[in-house]
């Protein structure tokens, strides 16, 4: 029989709707049962495509005795850490604090007023390496709640003190500059991996906002060294394992420091952000790699992430079904045996497959079976050979089962799609790309924003979830709409974006210009989150940070630069200590170093000429720069959709281009060439 989460919108709620567990969502209504009962609650958090959260669903959830007990001790409370990213901050702090490490599964023990007393991750139905066994927890707690009660509120008492007293204080570190930009440089040096790319060693995620800042340093500095880091990091994870060599798009994180084995699921945060890096790299250096990379990641979020409202879902799943077996295995789906190659291309194709994505008789991977990748010495056979080979066993593959996917439309994610998207197609010549693009961004304004542009943070099919967005929505939408804006020239999209801005000065910001997680109007935790750090995508800081510095570049707000300028503050304290952890501020202080650069293209729809300039003027690797292009401006200094156009005229009756920053402007230009060298060096 159904329990309490038959009527939830979250993919992964709904997996846990037939549990014998007596699951609740998060709710007022939990608490108050736990606090009528006198029990304590159980949160347990997680995600829909978490491998290690099927695991432990499977093991205790599904188990009937592990059930009983739970609903005879605890109130359970289940929560989609990607619909409530506030909870989940709020409580993996708390962990985090408590046992040096976090993850998903997140298991956390609660008092009726929400107060953390006891911590966890994954626990196995068993006892083993050192863990206890989940029963084994569930009876600890019980015995501590029972025999204790003083001393668990006095725990959970101090514990939610120490989360109070960690507030931050970055109000007054001054804007960030040259100086701390060239220090966290140097403290990324140190962290790179030159022999493999990338930071730090297992597991090895992809810095995807460290790499924006390196080429971003790289376009206002010269610096060759920060290119490199890009270029080398870029290469060998387009080669390893973590990039899936047959269908596009990048898996979670490499379960090795050499890029080989990933853990399989695919994000769609990943996979946007490193479409607009390889983008930008290809921008920069004309890299065939990076082009190919960038479109075929574009591809991949468009095939297998678009939904039937217009819209990217969330992710797919680690695991699918083994064919042989019946079972959910994670990575079946991608992995191969010389023998699988062999029957799906011949001999003597499939020999040559083996030795090009380095198949080995030994794998790379689990019961003999290889993750593809593209080594550097692999033989040379022309890419329209190995683009075939590619073709006829990706149509293979797709006879396999397919790995779940989670259809949870998340605004922010979106919107960073939404600006994959818009640029690949504005870059590549794909117009296909800027009307995915352009019908997401219509989703998100049709179906997530209500009469006064508040965001909610999900929707699924079409249907509007019950979680207002955070921080992290508004900044990463409104850089989609700005994207869109410069893209197509449409200033609708710089109009939503300014509405999604003004929400963030309003609703978000702190008395010393710091931006908290949550509105001020939102549910109130047992601590407000505020984390300038990025996690697996740009935090809401230092992305609503962005937003507003483009946002008062194209329309010369100085109430929202100077907002921009004070969120910034943190990257000034934490950029040089920490620059792994706030690549995105990074990225965003170098456009605020830069100018950024304003750019006004205006001429005829229908002349050519106009184009071509538009072209360049998004080619430019002047950091954050921003475009826009349309008719030319009124006499009467009214820009019409955008504020950048006010007054400029065609030169000799020509499409002209305006190129500004700090107030000052270069000489209008007709010709492209030109127009390069004022946006830095662009590719054909």
Known sequence: MPNRLANETSPYLLQHADNPVDWWPWSPEAFAEARERGVPVLLSVGYSSCHWCHVMAHESFEDELSAAYLNEHFVNVKVDREERPDIDAVYMEAVQAATGQGGWPMTVFLTPDAEPFYFGTYFPPEPRHGMPSFMQVLEGVR???????????????????????????????????????????????????????????????????????????????????ALEMAVGTC?????????????????RYSVDREWVVPHFEKMLYDNALLCRVYAHLWRTTGDELARRVALETADFMVRELRTREGGFASALDADSEDPETGKHVEGVYYAWTPAQLREVLGEEDGELAAACFGVTEEGTFEHGMSVLQLPVQGPDIGEERLAGIRERLLAARQARPAPGRDDKIVAAWNGLAIAALAECGAFFDRPDLVERATEAADLLVRVHMDGMARLARTSKDGRVGANAGVLEDYGDVAEGFLALAAVTGEGVWLEFAGFLVDLVLAGFTAEDGSLYDTAHDAERLIRRPQDPTDTAAPSGWTAAAGALLSYAAHTGSQAHRTAAERALAVVHALGPRAPRFIGHGLAVAEALVDGPREVAVVGHPEDPARAELHRVALLGTAPGAVVATGLPGAADGSGGEFPLLAERTLVHELPTAYVCRHF?????????????????????
Do not use: N
Request: with cysteine; charged share 25%.
């Open 143 to 225: 015995t501590a709640w029972v025999g204790r009660p003083e001393e668990v509120a006095e725990v959970a008492q101090r514990i939610v003190r120490d989360l109070a007293g960690r507030q931050l204080d970055y109000g007054k570190a001054g804007t960030p500059g040259p100086e701390e930009l060239a220090k966290a440089l140097l403290g990324l040096v140190r962290e790179y991996d030159a022999t493999r790319g990338g930071f730090g060693g297992a597991p090895k995620f992809p810095p995807s906002m460290v790499l924006e800042f390196l080429l971003r340093h790289h376009a206002r500095t010269g610096s060759e060294g």
């Open 235 to 251: 290469e060998a994870m387009a080669r390893g394992g973590i990039y899936d060599q047959l269908g596009g798009g990048f898996a």
């Open 664 to 684: 000052v402007c270069a000489r209008p230009t007709t010709d492209p060439v030109e127009l390069a060298g004022q946006l830095g060096a662009v590719r054909p």
